[in-house]
């Protein structure tokens, strides 16, 4: 058995704490790797990335949804380190022109890690997800789902919501076990919901109302701005739902089927779950 870790970037976020902890369920050493983790890691300290590469095997990458891309640099000096697998999580659609709107930094920086990982010479998976279920609970959305509506700027707009913990068990796999090298997952729940649909089995899992309200792209930002959020921010995140204002996220996946021999949580199962837990107490 090879003992030396797996270094899991972001490793305190959404997707790398899941990561972290179904590796160690596994019992596979692991080495969880951020700005506020006991293994320092900064996109934007390239100093500290040696000593957190230092004597892995293998590397979950949760990139940095900024110009100018880092993923690059970082893959370089990763195989020169001597890792020999690469699985980075990149997202749905970044390949298709005007996916997330007419400007996206989001896009570029996605397929220049995408394209570093391919070429890199190492064992490598790409994962592509759709829009986390994740951020009705812990993410964007929760204040507005715990103060009982949700405004955002999508109309009746679809997406296959994707449970963080499908996410997390794919990168798993591709971390750990024979088959993953070369493919490149794209990972839906197994079916599409508007917003006003997510929030119906919110409403039913915890026996709280919470309704949807529709809104303009311009009436969101200006929302967000009158919250402290920066201009540019804003407008990260209005580019950031164009896959469900337009259904883009629609189209359920066989990612996680592929990968895992199963069929992805359904949102149903999020939401009870995530009742259960707490995660809408206010």
Known sequence: MDTRPVLVIGGT???GRRVVAALRDKGVPVRAASRRSEVH???DAPETWKAALDGVRAVFITPLDAPPPRTPALVEQAVAAGVERLVLLSARGVEVPGYFGPESVITECHLEGERAVRASGAAWTVLKPAWFAQNFSEG???DSVLAGELALPVGDGRAAFVDADDIAAVAVAALTEDGHDGQVYELSGPRALSVADALAEISRATGRPVRFADVTVEGFTEMLAGAGVPAE???????????????G???????VERALGRPPRDFAAFADDAAKSGAWEG
């Open 249 to 255: 996220d629609a189209v359920v996946a066989d990612g």
């Open 140 to 142: 964007l959305f929760r």
């Open 41 to 43: 890691f900064d996109w």
């Open 233 to 247: 921010d804003a407008a990260v995140w209005a580019n950031a739902l164009t896959p469900i204002r337009t259904s």
């Open 13 to 15: 976020g959404t997707i």
